[in-house]
């Protein structure tokens, strides 16, 4: 249900039954790491502690939404909570400007037409400009973004998308990625990950990468997307968690 604005309206109704469960998705502010001066991890950092996480749920999400600190959802049994790591310091973020030598910095906001993402896109844009980063917002659709963003083109500075898939930390590694990260320490671990069976290893590693990402500021992580499911009463076997971006109808029931 892509309106957490009406859910307060809806959970009044007692025909209907409003479940708010988790997602696999991180949704994330990315940065083009190969633009200067975002190919340098400072000044990416100074932008993480620009970032209010609670502001941005609550404006965007009504409150719907996990905060993370890294591309990795809460849900899973390696996640770890580092937002400490990109917490919301906007004198930190000025001084950290400041001793990289960047000032006037403009940056280009490609926003595709995803409601999390245009709603999230002025409160981020405002969070900026209060440490002096002048932020373009520009709404594309998705055949724009596809092409310009996505693939290929890579032309913007910012944009916002929510990671649906599960287990998607090592696309961030691939050549030519959107986000044009620097990547071979995070290519090492996936292929430590993919050599080993032993389940606490495969842990310690999830862990690695988590600290790496969060580390290396390769995007601003903002929240895990809820999976918010609005249902007649009286419907059963409906998924309240979503490991993966479809609606299971094959348990669905009725009971009047």
Request: glycine letters at 6%; charged letters at 20%; aromatic letters at 10%.
């Amino acid at each position: 249900f892509p309106a957490p604005e009406l859910l307060e309206q809806l959970k009044s109704n007692p025909d209907l039954v409003v479940t708010v469960g988790s997602t696999q998705g991180e949704t994330i502010a990315a940065m083009n790491n190969a633009h200067p001066p975002l190919d340098n991890v400072k000044v990416r950092e100074a932008i993480a502690h620009a970032i209010d996480r609670k502001a941005i749920i609550d404006g965007s999400q009504f409150g719907y939404g996990t905060p993370i600190g890294s591309f990795f959802p809460p849900g899973d049994p390696a996640y770890i909570d580092l937002t400490s790591i990109s917490n919301f310091d906007p004198a930190k973020s000025k001084q950290m400007l400041a001793d990289a030598g960047v000032k006037d910095l403009t940056l280009t906001f490609k926003v595709p037409p995803a409601a999390y993402a245009r709603a999230a896109a002025p409160i981020i844009q405002q969070e900026l400009a209060d440490v002096g980063i002048k932020v373009n917002v520009v709404n594309v659709e998705w055949a724009d973004w596809i092409a310009n963003v996505f693939q290929g083109a890579y032309d913007y500075d910012l944009t916002m998308v929510s990671h649906v898939e599960a287990n998607d930390f090592a696309a961030f590694g691939k050549p030519g990625y959107y986000l044009n990260y620097k990547a071979d320490n995070l290519n090492k671990l996936v292929a430590d990950l993919n050599a080993t069976t032993d389940p606490a290893k495969q842990i310690s590693i999830k862990q690695d990468i988590q600290k790496l990402l969060a580390n290396d500021f390769v995007a601003l992580y903002l929240f895990e997307l809820p999976n918010i499911t609005v249902s007649k009463k009286g419907v059963a076997g409906l998924w309240e968690n979503a490991p993966q971006p479809t609606t299971d109808l094959s348990a669905i029931s009725w009971t009047e």
